[in-house]
Structures are given as structure tokens and as C-alpha cells.
């Protein structure tokens, strides 16, 4: 095996920060070298909760100039994500960037085309890429299982309390930016790039004293088939639902997937007719994680997800959002 690449990270705030170290620590591809919090507030709360325990504390600055770190994990807010992600590459290092990445689009196209200037990887943090149901309904679309593809109905439901919601009420398009994103990125994936792009972003939970987009809906028209993305506030329902002429897959629970196939003839190893698919546990972080140490030996990209699709990812999920692009 070679030898482990050195890890660091930029922020604590993201909601995925604990499960990057997490994930860092337990894999055999990475040894966690240090992590830094520029807010002076966050880092003196990391250094008191047991979540961040053992963790080596430096500034920014020192993070950046040691040589031992490799790969850097930015996970600060996403509206403050791209300056230090332009750091870290700047700085010489694989970096990946937790979802979603910022408002600004030309920030994010310049940290790509620095970082391949500098033959450096930079990778998304959306958590169903390595998701052994979504990677099974790629394989389906890809290899004509479905037929035309003709609809597709994508459900992310998050619950808020006050604070969060105050924190969500800063971002363009609420709570469809906050999290519909890991719907939009397997959509895309799916289907390329829709021809038509619009929305509904509404705020219905008039109980809090805040203006968020809270119940969330977006259309997205493509040559044969429509999707829809939306979200709510009031559970945690998730789904992403794929309908063919000649069949259909429906993941429930994207994150201990429950699959559900229907198939108008046989392919490969799957029967004609109806049946549920067990395609296993869905860890977060880990297998991107290990992808992009694979990737960085092997001096590849990672796996189906290029430059070109984070930047359309941002482009359609900005256009969601009422941003203009």
C-alpha cells in the first residue's frame, strides 16, 4: 500500500466536519496531521467538545505551509468556502470542499483552473456520489434498463430549529440550497444538463421570526423526461424516484438505502417484474475519501464526478436559487 497521504482541515462549523475527521482517522489511506479554525469563538468551542479530542491545533498559515499535509478538507461556512479553498490549492494541496460550494461561480471555476494548472484534484462533498444505490441506478439509465427515462421525483426533507433556520436564512434559495443540492448533483448525473430550470422557493412556517425558503420545489425539464426536487421542513423524508417506459428503480432512504426495481424484461442478473435490491450500507465520507487518496497515487481523477460536473452542478444549482449566472 503507499505510503498514507497527510490530511488536515480548515473549519469546524459545517455540519460534515466531524464526519471528515471521523472518516479521516479511520481510514487506512490518511494519517490527520492538524486542523485549523479561524474563527477565534468556534476554535475555543472545538477545544472544549470530546467530538474534536487529540486534535493538533495551528493557524491557517501553518496548516497551508506544512509539507506533511497533502490533503485538505475545507469546512467552514459554505459562503466562506472558496477563499480558503483557493488557499489550500494555492498552497499546493488536493483539496476537497464541502457542499455547497459558495454563491460565487467564477470563484470556483478559477479554484478548478488553478488546481489543474497546478495538477492538483479538488473534489465535491456530496454525500450519495458513492452511494451504491445511486451508483446501481447509473449503471440501470446507462445501460438502457428503464427506457426513456420520463420522470423523476427527488424528495430531501430536513427539520430546522431556530438557529439553524437562522442560518439557513442566508443563503440564496434557503433551504433548497442548504440541502436539495445532494439531490441536484446524482440528477445531473443522471440525466445531464436540464434544458429549463424554474422554481418555487417559499417560506410557510410562519411561527419563526425569519424570511427562509422553507418549503422548497424545483422543475427541471430535460428532452423526454421531467424531474422535480423539493423540500420541506416538517420530517425527514428522503427519496429519489426514477420512472422509464420500461421500468423504474426507487431509492428510499438514500442514506441506509432501500431499493425497489422494476424491470419489463431481464438484464443481467435482475429478473423481469418487481423486486427489492439489497445494495448495502451507505457510509458518508468514506469511500469519496478513499477515491480521492486512490486518485491522488494513481495521479488520476476520481471517479465519474469531473470538474466539468461540479461546475454544472453550481451553475444549475445557483440558477435554482435565484442567482443570477
Not at 421525483?153 to 440541502?179: H, K, W
Amino acid at each position: 500500500m503507499p505510503e498514507k497521504l497527510g490530511a488536515g482541515m480548515i473549519g469546524t462549523v459545517h455540519s460534515h466536519a466531524v464526519g471528515h475527521l471521523q472518516a479521516i482517522r479511520r481510514s487506512p489511506h490518511y494519517d490527520f496531521i492538524a486542523a485549523a479554525e479561524p474563527n477565534a469563538e468556534l476554535l475555543a468551542a472545538a477545544k472544549q467538545s470530546p467530538r474534536w479530542e487529540g486534535v493538533t491545533w495551528v493557524s491557517v498559515d501553518e496548516l497551508l505551509a506544512d509539507r506533511r499535509i497533502q490533503m485538505v478538507c475545507v469546512e467552514t461556512d459554505p459562503l466562506e468556502a472558496l477563499g480558503y479553498a483557493l488557499r489550500s490549492v494555492e498552497a499546493g494541496k488536493h483539496t476537497k470542499i464541502d457542499k455547497p460550494p459558495g454563491v460565487d461561480l467564477k470563484a470556483l471555476q478559477n479554484i478548478y483552473a488553478e488546481a489543474e494548472r497546478r495538477h492538483l484534484l479538488v473534489q465535491m462533498g456530496y454525500v450519495f456520489r458513492y452511494n451504491p444505490a445511486f451508483r446501481l441506478a447509473h449503471q440501470a439509465i446507462r445501460e438502457n434498463w428503464l427506457g426513456p427515462i420520463r420522470s423523476l421525483v427527488c424528495q430531501m426533507n430536513d427539520t430546522q430549529d431556530a438557529e439553524s433556520r437562522r442560518r439557513l436564512d442566508r443563503y440564496p434559495g434557503g433551504l433548497f440550497y442548504e440541502i436539495c443540492c445532494h439531490m441536484v448533483d446524482p440528477l445531473i448525473w443522471l440525466m445531464g444538463e436540464p434544458k429549463r430550470v424554474s422554481s418555487v422557493l417559499r417560506h410557510t412556517e410562519k411561527q419563526f421570526q425569519d424570511e427562509l425558503e422553507d418549503d422548497v420545489l424545483a422543475l427541471y425539464e430535460f428532452d423526454t423526461a421531467l424531474a422535480i426536487v423539493k423540500s420541506h421542513t416538517r420530517d425527514g423524508e428522503r427519496y429519489f424516484h426514477i420512472y422509464g417506459q420500461e421500468g423504474s428503480i426507487q431509492i428510499d432512504n438514500p442514506d441506509r438505502p432501500k431499493v425497489r426495481m422494476v424491470l419489463s424484461k431481464p438484464h443481467g442478473q435482475f429478473a423481469a417484474g418487481f423486486q427489492d435490491v439489497p445494495v448495502g450500507p451507505s457510509p458518508r465520507y468514506i469511500h469519496d475519501l478513499n477515491d480521492l487518496a486512490q486518485a491522488i497515487n494513481e495521479r488520476r481523477g476520481v471517479e465519474f464526478f469531473t470538474p466539468q460536473h461540479d461546475l454544472l452542478v453550481q451553475r444549475i444549482l445557483l440558477r435554482t436559487c435565484g442567482v443570477d449566472v
